[in-house]
């Protein structure tokens, strides 16, 4: 069932047109970031708008949704996103990595491996990698077009220099197809190979600052780093609590008053799909 | 044994139903009407009706009600509903010099052809707290009677114009080649240009415009204002529809408009002259008017070549903080879950404080 007195998948046949061209431009120029005329939606800003835009434009009737918030299905804003989608488009929903043909997310990429013909939605606050280092847009705009990248390099660089290693803990920047510098959402740096050659299609949306940016499958990805330094993902000493694994980002979980910690998979499909099998034996 | 958090959806739910609950109030009390609203908090309504960009009283009181008052939520509501609406004309510019005024005043010449009429306005009241309003029984013999309606001259001639006709004030050009921006409908570019800049004014929130507009009085940015005029009241609206090729009337809308004339000494290309900000906003918001003339004037520096010093002037830093909705939303997204990225964040913090401890003991 759809709601009344709406579009399906809420957006007009004319807005999602709109946003579907600066989509095409986004895959033919992997991690350039298309300036679009993001919409209002009945959801805030910094909620996953540019994402919902995104997956509103892209959705037909046969596609499957998964909505991930941290990795978790479950989570309120996940669940308000996925019933969102299951209202206005009456589209078939799914928490199975492997099942969807559209997974939105926000913060993280499923630990189970994408195939090809899946599309990954990114909700994204803040598109531009170099905000951090000059926080205007008509700078940052020319410091793309000519590449110049060194703000960057040298943010690095000095990290290194009085730390000893880069402190930037997730939104790591990568390089797209050797050009343009792209932040790929507060994904923590574990997730940053994977978008490295996905064979899905990656399409990254940032609704308050009206950006649309994509990553084709099997487009090289690389996060940034020194032949002295290399980019080093999160490790746990520990296993999840619940599936045993080794391999998955992990959360953090407070157990008593005494401040006793275990850890779980931030990726709940998987922990599930691990459990699975097990159950059924 | 930590079980995962289940059941956000329930909790959705349950939280949805205590904001109607909320919201209703003592349910002893009589529920308020959206004609209420709209006939009494038409203040509010007006706010809700600017920031919202969208001039319909009724759905404005609606989004009142539903969200209990809140305005920016409100402001939100109209928004999301605005933005599903096709775009099917364009008006023509509208003739403020031609508005149904109720109020007009000017603070740059005492007497004005065709009168000053300081109309329902708040500003030489005494806020004293009227305890008789606190009595909600209707007393019919103390209904308000408002003043018989002076004979207001239709069409009251802007002030402004006699300074243009002595030259003294920068004249308005008319552009019939300029193809007006909508920033509903293009994605904003820095530099902006005035219409587009006046658009997202209108939109913007008042606080934040109030602010601004105050930091130039007290030196940031300063930039000599005068009140040239301020009118409010009805205009017509119209459209050339394509099928017709003539204008055709389609409604009237309530405005107040703030013409600000600023001091300019001049710079290299152009001559001592008084300048212009600009500010027009739906039914009473004379505050936002106001404050979004100021700002308008500030956002000009670089037009007359003014060196731009303070945030007023900064076009990027206004135009791109001005909007309540894109605010609010940003600002509380940080009550979502942020469990991943902490984790990276504690992650490093350890391995640092790690690192600090292993050199420690080393030395």
Redesign the interface.
Known sequence: MTASG??FA???E?SKRMIRRALLKAVAIPGYQV????????L????G?GGIQVTASIIGRKDRLKVI????D???????IR?FFARTAGVATTTRTAEASIIQT???IPETPLRHGQIMVYQV?IPEPLRWLEP???QTRRMHALADYGAMHLKLYEDIAR???V?T???YPVQVNGRYLMSPS????LDNPKLDRSPALQLFGAG?E??IYAVPPFTSVKSLDFADHPFAV??WSSRC??CGADDS?????V?DDRGGR?F?C?D?DY?DSRLRPRAAE | ??V??????A??EAAHRLLDRDRRGDPTAPALTVAQIEGQLRLAVDRVMTEGALYDRRLAALAIKQAAGDLVEAI?LL??Y???L?RFAVSLPIETAGMDVDRRISAIFKDVPGGQYLGPTFDYTHRLLDFGLADDVADPEKEVVAPAAAAMPSALLPVMGWLEQEGLLEPERENPELVVGDI????????ATRDVRLQALARGDEGFLLSLAYSTQRGYGRNHPFAGEIRSGRTTVEIVPEELGFAIAIGEIELTECQLVNQFKGSASQPPQFTRGYGLVFGRCERKAMAMALVDRSLRAAEFEETVTAPAQDE?FVL?HADN??A??????LK??????F??????VR??RA?EARQEAAE
Not at chain 1, 186 to 189: F, H, K, L, S, V
Not at chain 2, 328 to 333: E, K, L, R, Y
């Open positions: 709406y579009n809420y957006l007009d004319q300036p679009f005329a993001g919409r209002e939606m009945p805030p800003y910094g909620w708008t918030d941290q990795g978790a479950d989570t309120t804003n996940a669940v308000s019933k926000r913060h993280r606050p205007r847009e008509t730390f000893g290693r402190t803990a997730y939104d507060p994904i923590p740096r308050r009206k950006r999160e490790r609590a619940r980002y992990l959360d953090e979980i157990v275990s779980i931030s709940t922990c | 044994m930590y995962a958090v289940k059941g956000g959806e909790a959705i939100f928004r999301a605005r933005t599903t096709p509903t409908r293009e994605p904003p570019q820095y530099p990027e791109s909705v894109e609010s939303g940003f600002v509380q997204h979502l879950p942020h469990y991943v990225d984790q990276a964040e504690l992650d490093i391995q640092m690192e």
